[in-house]
């Protein structure tokens, strides 16, 4: 590995000064209490190592917004004031590091169950149940209540206290979870969004709400703390594309310019899978952006090393690799051999 230089670099963008160009995707771990959403001691040392390591940005599992908005046991929250002092141990310990952190704030929307969600029924824009079953709770997608304009209106806030939360727990600004089927994502998706009313009709009039949550975490936050993730990619429906990825593209990133998004996370399973053209998805994505991006995909430190010397992205998130390697960094610098994630080795995942 004595080629990779551009990935341990030192990079700015926007609000955060990294050490490299690396970033821990998010991963959900289902390591807090369950009933309360609390973080606990095992999570604070698993961020310092990473931040200790040199990972350039920390983006923490997805966090959610509400009790409403959980989809799996043991997931974080970031709305109650124990939840927030409970994470600010962990800024607290990843500073002490030199590390930057940001919190993935989260709603799976439809992705739910009554019975993880103290007997709510799971929301969504329309009413159509999602195939499948919830992960590590193995019982089947229920049919979620239709939001009403009220409704949309509180989670759009919830969403804004959430990103205001994070900055008060010592975050160093927020990801917005708008990929992998979750509520956001159902908006924007045909398959899940049936509405007739400003919120449905083309894939533009979709992503209402999606600007709406972007509105109002940027204006209380700030866009230079603000990132976007969004995705093809559904975790109910693996075989999911857009029809037109190109298209897709140019629509989505009008509505981030509008909205004044400055730092974009296209999420894919695999960084080089071909989208149109014999070109991936951050080569179009590229030709059509200027601001940082952060891109993702079972990367290895060669490919992301390829993407980031093409230009194609500014920082490569890992995922597993960061699992079994918290001296990551180390073990590149030194040419050692990565340890591989086996995941019976390790506690449950979730991407």
């Not at 089947?140 to 759009?156: A, F, G, H, Q, R």
């Not at 600007?211 to 093809?232: H, T, W, Y």
């Not at 070109?279 to 430190?301: A, C, F, H, S």
């Not at 500014?314 to 390697?325: C, E, F, H, K």
Request: net charge negative.
């Amino acid at each position: 590995m004595s080629n990779i230089t551009k990935l341990l670099e030192p990079t700015t963008i926007e609000a955060f000064s990294l050490k490299t160009r690396t970033a821990m995707a998010p991963m959900t771990r289902c390591f807090a209490d369950d009933e309360t959403g609390v973080v606990n001691e095992a999570i604070v040392e698993y961020y310092r190592k990473r931040a200790e390591d040199g990972i350039g940005l920390i983006i923490t599992e997805g966090t959610v917004i509400s009790d409403r908005a959980k989809g799996n046991p043991g997931v974080p929250g970031i709305y109650s004031p124990e939840q927030v002092a409970a994470w600010r141990k962990v800024t607290e310990a990843v500073h002490q590091e030199g590390g930057t952190i940001i919190a993935q704030i989260w709603h799976v929307g439809r992705l739910s169950h009554s019975e993880l969600i103290k007997g709510q029924q799971p929301q969504a824009p329309s009413a159509i149940a999602a195939n499948g079953q919830v992960p590590r709770f193995r019982k089947p997608y229920e049919t979620p209540e239709e939001m009403s304009k009220e409704d949309i209106k509180l989670v759009v806030a919830q969403y804004a206290k959430a990103a205001r939360n994070a900055i008060d727990a010592g975050f160093d600004g927020v990801e917005v979870h708008g990929a992998h089927g979750y509520l956001i994502d159902q908006f924007n998706s045909a398959v899940s969004n049936k509405r007739t009313d400003e919120y449905g009709g083309d894939l533009a009039q979709r992503l209402t709400f999606m600007k709406e949550v972007l509105r109002a975490v940027i204006n209380e936050i700030g866009a230079d703390r603000v990132v976007i993730r969004f995705s093809p990619h559904k975790m109910d429906d693996l075989s999911y594309r857009w029809d037109d990825a190109e298209q897709a593209l140019q629509t989505y990133i009008d509505a981030f310019k509008e909205v004044g998004v400055k730092m974009i996370h296209p999420s894919m399973l695999n960084f080089y899978e071909e989208a149109k053209d014999g070109k991936n998805i951050y080569e179009i994505v590229r030709e059509k952006w200027e601001g940082p991006i952060i891109g993702v995909g079972d990367l290895t430190p060669e490919s992301a090393e390829r993407a980031l010397q093409a230009g194609w992205v500014d920082v490569a998130a890992i995922g597993r690799p960061l699992i079994a390697n918290p001296d990551y960094i180390q073990r590149i610098k030194e040419e050692k051999k990565l340890v591989e994630y086996e995941a019976s080795e390790h506690l449950p995942l979730l991407v």
